[in-house]
């Protein structure tokens, strides 16, 4: 699955990026997870146009009616059914560039969310997360991340105060 969303993405163009369970596993330990994340930079129509047409010819089940709910709602999180596995894939919807890193997944060109901004998801969704014990694999994800990963803790240290996660962040690293 992931094979063929890579290969409808990059043939069509979008800007995206992988996050989530791969990206973590990518910059720290690796495990397993039953969706893909990613961060698609679409406008509205770019959605309903060259989003919905990789998704389609990556065999993943496309109800453009969730996309426009998506893009009216504060989240923009879409998730996509694939036909074929048991896997399922969420699309982050965003209109602003982002920041990424050029690596690999299955031996293909790729890109990956920059691991500060990779913790800092992971720190707000541990933020959201009650009780807390369920935020127990995106504190693994972060401390993975910062062990195997050089980081540029003075910039994520600044981001993390700014989203009033900075104490989580700190606890992380304390245990």
Avoid at 7 to 27: C, H, R
Avoid at 121 to 150: C, N, Q, S, Y
């Amino acid at each position: 699955m992931i094979r063929r969303v890579l290969n409808g993405f990059n043939a069509v163009g979008l800007d995206y990026v992988f996050t989530g369970a791969l990206a973590a596993s990518y910059y720290g330990v690796p495990r397993t997870t039953m969706d893909v994340d990613l961060v698609v930079k679409v406008t509205r129509r770019e959605a309903r146009t060259r989003l919905v047409s990789a998704l389609r010819n990556a065999g993943l089940h496309v109800d453009e009616k969730s996309i426009d709910a998506a893009f009216e709602s504060g989240f923009k999180i879409v998730t996509f059914r694939d036909s074929i596995s048991p896997f399922n894939v969420d699309i982050i919807l965003s209109i602003r560039k982002f920041e990424k890193r050029a690596g690999t997944l299955l031996d293909l060109p790729t890109f990956y969310q920059t691991p500060e901004d990779l913790i800092l998801a992971k720190l707000r969704m541990i933020k959201a997360t009650v009780p807390r014990e369920r935020a127990l694999k995106d504190e693994d994800d972060v401390r993975g991340v910062l062990r195997f990963t050089e980081v540029d803790t003075k910039r994520l240290r600044r981001r993390a105060q700014r989203d009033s996660t900075l104490t989580i962040l700190e606890d992380i690293t304390l245990t």
